[in-house]
């Protein structure tokens, strides 16, 4: 994405309360329960609120949630614990193709800047690779997370300016889940290089 397609984008003036325009409902969905609604960096604020709910999401992940024993050259190394965040991201980029089709429609917009759910679908994603234990152990993986994912979704590189071009509300939902798919291949490898994750 271009520094024009970025200004177009991400400088455009915003209307105040744009989300109002539609049932109560959709509003809350599509805002992440408000955090959307925020005047100065919506996508920020919706990315950093999925970061949060993220932690208890591995709380929930490690104690009720399939897991299997780590094994490096026949020594356990402790339980490994996958898939919470990826089905995370896919039931909420499924589930919120409708009600971002309505909102966009009730207010007459193209992929506005309060809708926010494709930000949570792209940490949700982000986290997929990521044992939910690691991310318990470290804490700060979530902010490492945060900022991948917002740096895939503003600069849209590697082919996802593409998928944001799919029509109406899968192309504002795709290019947020293919960008958390890069940040967490990057994060990932990240891990694995320091040792964090053996």
Same mark, same amino acid.
């Given at each position: 994405?271009?520094?024009?397609?970025?200004?177009?984008?991400?400088?455009?003036?915003?209307?105040?309360?744009?989300?109002? *325009?539609?049932?109560?409902?959709? $509003? #809350?969905?599509?805002? %992440?329960?408000?955090?959307?609604?925020?005047? &100065? !960096?919506?996508?920020?604020?919706?990315?950093?609120?999925?970061?949060?709910?993220?932690?208890?999401?591995?709380?929930?992940?490690?104690?009720?949630?399939?897991?299997?024993?780590?094994?490096?050259?026949?020594?356990?190394?402790?339980?490994?614990?996958? *898939?919470?965040?990826?089905?995370? $991201? #896919?039931?909420?980029? %499924?589930?919120?193709?409708?009600?971002?089709? &309505? !909102?966009?429609?009730?207010?007459?917009?193209?992929?506005?800047?309060?809708?926010?759910?494709?930000?949570?679908?792209?940490?949700?994603?982000?986290?997929?690779?990521?044992?939910?234990?690691?991310?318990?152990?470290?804490?700060?993986?979530?902010?490492?997370?945060?900022?991948?994912?917002?740096?895939?979704?503003?600069?849209?590189?590697?082919?996802?300016?593409?998928?944001?071009?799919?029509?109406?509300?899968?192309?504002?939902?795709?290019?947020?889940?293919?960008?958390?798919?890069?940040?967490?291949?990057?994060?990932?490898?990240?891990?694995?290089?320091?040792?964090?994750?053996?």
């Amino acid at each position: 994405m271009n520094k024009q397609e970025l200004k177009e984008k991400y400088g455009k003036k915003r209307v105040p309360h744009e989300w109002r *325009g539609t049932d109560t409902f959709t $509003a #809350l969905v599509t805002t %992440f329960f408000g955090s959307g609604m925020s005047p &100065k !960096a919506p996508g920020t604020f919706g990315s950093l609120a999925a970061a949060i709910v993220a932690y208890p999401m591995a709380v929930f992940s490690c104690r009720f949630w399939p897991s299997y024993e780590h094994v490096i050259n026949e020594q356990a190394t402790g339980t490994r614990t996958y *898939g919470l965040f990826l089905v995370a $991201a #896919l039931i909420v980029f %499924f589930a919120a193709i409708p009600p971002v089709k &309505k !909102a966009m429609k009730d207010t007459g917009t193209e992929d506005p800047g309060w809708i926010v759910i494709d930000e949570v679908c792209g940490i949700f994603m982000s986290l997929a690779f990521i044992p939910a234990e690691i991310i318990l152990a470290y804490p700060w993986i979530l902010a490492v997370a945060f900022g991948l994912f917002r740096f895939f979704d503003i600069l849209k590189p590697l082919g996802i300016h593409r998928f944001e071009k799919f029509p109406g509300a899968w192309g504002v939902m795709a290019d947020d889940l293919l960008g958390g798919v890069y940040a967490g291949i990057v994060l990932l490898i990240g891990l694995v290089a320091f040792g964090i994750l053996p």
